[in-house]
């Protein structure tokens, strides 16, 4: 891919910000993906406080990411070159297809008042399932929805749209938990986690409506034969590519150690006296910050020195983990969830502008899928992590810990992959320069 267009037209100057929704398939697939994210997070939350009402244990929380993770490390190899073999709006449609089972099963679940936590996690799995094919494939399509010069852009906007879906879900979750349906339908028997489960349902079919409406038909990216090589070949990309490798690492153990969300009902519950609502809210704060943060850099987007800042913002988001960690006031731990939003989106957003422009087309779903292992591993199996150092030592010592080991690890990363700390430009031309500069001068 060629750099960003330094003299934009006078149409782009006219768009300047929101050049990205130009593109008639980006404006519907960031419409299909705000519905989607809606449900799910709302989902987290029913799903979240129903496992923690029935067990009462932080473990159990724990293993619903645990559930949810392992299917992206099973199936990161194929799931990879699916993305790259086959039609990407198809994988797409055909993973969330099996989404829309899923939250029937959580809802069947709701009116029979399971009490076991089991089932649930076998859905979790299957939702896990449909999330490592569809993860690749989904990150490798955006390149073509939008033209090269707008992609940092859509990236931006997509980050944007994730964090106000991100922001709302929650609390959406929390509000729709605690609806009384039955005032406005007396015969219905549906509450509580049920009714937040068919909303999902809602916005899945939204999404399965939308997607299907997409004119781009990329076809077939990969054309040898399939073998291990082949499916290997994204995570030896990966390996030779010092700034993609040090971007995906950071994420992993940064978002590892500092994750505090599988935890938030024990503070909600327990340290802060909150309930549904107020778990909701704190679900929220994060995404606050990072909308708020992605406005800003639709306007004024990043031109130079894109390393130092993606360092100086993970330190940012480890001392704001720290924060919530010792907080017992509501509005200070919302405060410091905000601010560890605003500096992550930041860090996505560079990243992810990264993650393709310095990854050939062919070989994005690949790529994209290892990446997707360690945004699994950060996120879900962080969620585990959490849990099990909270069993062990307690939720407020877990958060602060892990947010000190944040401020560790954007340290030491910073020393180990110079490439991605003097990371410049985000153009593809600028990216390959700054791995160059490093191959050269190690070599």
């Known amino acids: 891919m060629g750099s960003i267009s330094p003299s934009p037209s006078p149409d782009d100057r006219e768009r300047r910000g929101i050049e990205a929704f130009a593109s008639r398939d980006f404006q519907r697939y960031q419409l299909a993906r705000v ?3 809606l449900g799910a997070e709302a989902q987290a939350v029913a799903v979240a406080w129903q496992v923690y009402s029935i067990t009462h244990r932080a473990l159990d929380l724990g293993l619903t990411g645990l559930a949810l993770f392992l299917p992206g490390l099973l199936f990161l190899l194929p799931a990879g070159h699916v993305a790259d073999r086959f039609d990407r709006r198809q994988v797409i449609l055909t993973c969330y297809s099996l989404q829309i089972l899923c939250t029937g099963a959580l809802i069947w679940f709701a009116h029979a008042q399971l009490q076991s936590v089991l089932p649930i996690y076998a859905v979790l799995f299957l939702v896990g399932t449909g999330r490592a094919f569809s993860a690749p494939a989904s990150s490798a ?4 929805l939008v033209p090269e010069k707008h992609f940092v852009n859509a990236v931006t906007w997509g980050g944007a749209i994730f964090q106000f879906a991100n922001m709302t ?53 990969e054309h040898k034969a399939t073998s291990l090589d082949t499916m290997l070949a994204g995570f030896r990309y990966v390996w030779s590519m010092r700034l993609l490798l040090g971007s995906f690492s950071l994420d992993l153990f940064v978002v590892l150690l500092g994750g505090a969300v599988a935890l938030m009902p024990i503070f909600a519950s327990e340290i802060l006296h909150t309930g549904p609502t107020g778990l909701g809210v704190l ?24 390393g130092k800042l993606l360092f100086s913002c993970v330190a940012i988001y480890g001392v704001a983990i720290v924060v919530f960690g010792l907080s ?20 996505v ?30 996120n879900e199996f962080g969620e585990f992590e959490s849990g099990v150092t909270a ?5 407020v010592r877990a958060v602060v810990i892990g947010g000190i080991g944040s401020l560790m690890v954007s340290g030491i990363w910073s020393v180990l992959f110079p490439s991605l700390r003097n990371a410049d430009q985000l153009t593809a031309e600028a990216l390959r320069a700054s791995e160059k500069g490093h191959t050269e001068a190690t070599a």
């Open 35 to 37: 519905a989607v994210i």
């Open 141 to 144: 399509l955006i390149p073509h």
């Open 169 to 221: 879900g929650p609390a959406l979750g929390g509000l729709l938990f605690t609806f009384p349906l039955v005032h406005f339908f007396p015969g219905t028997t549906m509450q509580g986690a049920g009714i937040v489960y068919l909303f999902n349902l809602i916005t899945l079919l939204w999404f399965l409506a939308l997607i299907s409406s997409l004119r781009v038909r990329l076809g077939r990216m």
């Open 283 to 306: 679900r929220a704060a994060p995404a606050v910050g990072a909308l708020s943060m992605s406005l800003v850099m639709a306007r004024f987007p990043i031109k130079r020195k894109a």
């Open 328 to 347: 017992k006031n509501l509005w200070l731990s919302l405060g410091a969830l905000a601010i560890s939003g605003a500096a992550d989106t930041i860090s």
């Open 349 to 378: 957003i560079i990243r992810g502008s990264m993650l393709q422009l310095a990854t050939p087309p062919q070989m994005r779903g690949r790529v994209s899928a290892v990446n997707s292992l360690f945004i699994g591993a950060s």
């Open 391 to 395: 069993q062990w030592l307690g939720a």
